[in-house]
């Protein structure tokens, strides 16, 4: 393969409308050339690979059966659309992945027609479906909701309680689920696509529709054994009971790289008055594609690589990831204390606790796409006397915010939350941020926020909150490496809610939050060349905040400078609620807060996203120099 490959029947089709126009037999070549583009597109930019590469001909036979963009197509997290957008009219684009001002690495409304919606966290596609599904209906308007459904998301709760209301839509919903590790049915073979076609023909489908209405006019034993009867010969031959339980007619399951299988089973699908359907569809993460095939978690997500070896680019030697080091920190803590347990909601390797599981399989749970369930039985181990640590990414955490509340700060129970990827996240964009986490947590009573400045300080901050059992306490990270400082042998047991002097100066105070310590020394360091002596603390705490040294640098400054990698109403709005109440600005001290802004940042290289935002050492100074109503030119008549 070449960086651009020969995709002479690719080339032809720039939208679903190019698609359709092709012969049946036309399809199996589009999907290889559709292969080759994906390889080589992310192997110059990076991104999701495995399981966009499963869902090759899936992304043909749908957009070649059904009528795209007026049939809704919702692929769940988006992360397997690659294939999609290049056949959406976006292959001109899809070199730019992920990359500043480029196309998302999820689907996204803005981008085309054909994503009617976004889905960058699990589990949604049902539901958004079937609310477009039935729009269309009360509309009396054409159109269908599909949604495409890896088998993972099928673990979250809310794509059962979509389903159990998916009546509504009748049959302008169907689901496709996406079965990429053989984990519900067994292997697919002639057999199952044979009844597959069968069972979704309209032959078949017409007859148990003459049967019905036969058995309504039997007495009601009888009419209620002919319907469990036929569900139960169908669910012996198929599986697929569940599904039927929640109101979907279940097709398969069909082999999802066979083209010969899946085009007649969607057609029949979508031209069956049954509704709403569920098709079953068996795939391989990373088909196609040798190392992809053999090492499916490792091509999950990809740098970029060489598409004739498979080998990945090698990220610069550096300091450990703070994923790495929170992980080795709790092994260090789980290794002194059996009551210390870990848990994960389908990101073992993501948070660093597939490390973890290795070492304590007895005391480390993954509770798949579930983070409400993953918070609320942490909620049960701490009040039975574990040390339960809840490993989530800030984004997802944002998912189960009531059973933070309900279950764990209103009970006051000691649940550890590790909050990973806070802050911004580069190439993920708006819809992975963790920009919340502080403004959601520190507002709940009981709550202890810390927020890591470096890697040490991490290890101190797991120390500190295993060894905390006055209700739930949280410490928040970031995505990426640390800033390379030694790691301590001992950890340091922090005083909740003291921060620390990192530099003593005299006229401007910069009151830091987390990650943004550097840039807020290196701020203090063009300040002082400026004349201003300049203050640099590590608050640490969000919640509590340490009332003693903020006061105390409040009295002694001219100008204090809040700066954290969070939405509004986080560190800055609790520094400034404190100064209000205390009357610490009646004597005309000058208050501001550097935060992320109001808006959803679009993905962008880190130190990109970080100049938009506002949070690097220049604009500190300009802050800074604003407040003291003078320019950089005007600095000596501030001192003065």
Known sequence: MTANPATPLLDTVDTPDDLRKLKPADLRQLADELRTEMISAVGQTGGHLGSGLGVVELTVAIHYVFDTPTDRLIWDVGHQAYPHKILTGRRDRIRTLRQGGGLSGFTKRSESEYDPFGTAHSSTSISAALGFAVANKIKGTPGRGIAVIGDGAMSAGMAYEAMNNAAEAGNRLIVVLNDND??????????SAYLARLVSSGRFLGLRDLARKFARRLPRPLHAAARKTDEFARGMAMGGTLFEELGFYYVGPIDGHDLDALVPVLENVRDAAEGPILVHVVTQKGKGYGPAEEAADKYHGVQKFNVVTGEQAKAPAGPPSYTGVFAKALVAEAEKDDRICAITAAMPSGTGLDKFAQLFPNRSFDVGIAEQHAVTFAAGLAAQGMRPFCAIYSTFLQRAFDQVVHDVAIQNLPV????????????????HAGSFDVTYLATLPNMVVMAAADEAELVHMVHTAAQYDDGPIAFRYPRGNGVGLELPEVPELLEIGKGRIVREGT???LLSLGTRLGEALKAADLLDAKGLSTTVADLRFAKPLDTDLIRKLMLSHDVVV??????IGGLGAHVLTMASD????????KIRTMRLPDVFQDHDKPEAQYDEAGLNAPQIVDTVLKALRHN??????ARA
Not at 582 to 589: N, Q, R, V
């Open 182 to 191: 053989m984990s519900i049915a067994p292997p697919v073979g002639g057999l």
């Open 416 to 431: 550890r939350f590790a909050i990973d990827r806070a802050g911004l996240v580069g190439a993920d964009g708006a819809t």
């Open 507 to 509: 006229k401007v105070a």
């Open 562 to 567: 809040t700066v954290e990698e969070g939405a």
């Open 582 to 589: 205390e009357g610490l600005t009646d004597a005309g001290l």
């Open 632 to 637: 950089s030119a005007g600095v000596n008549e």
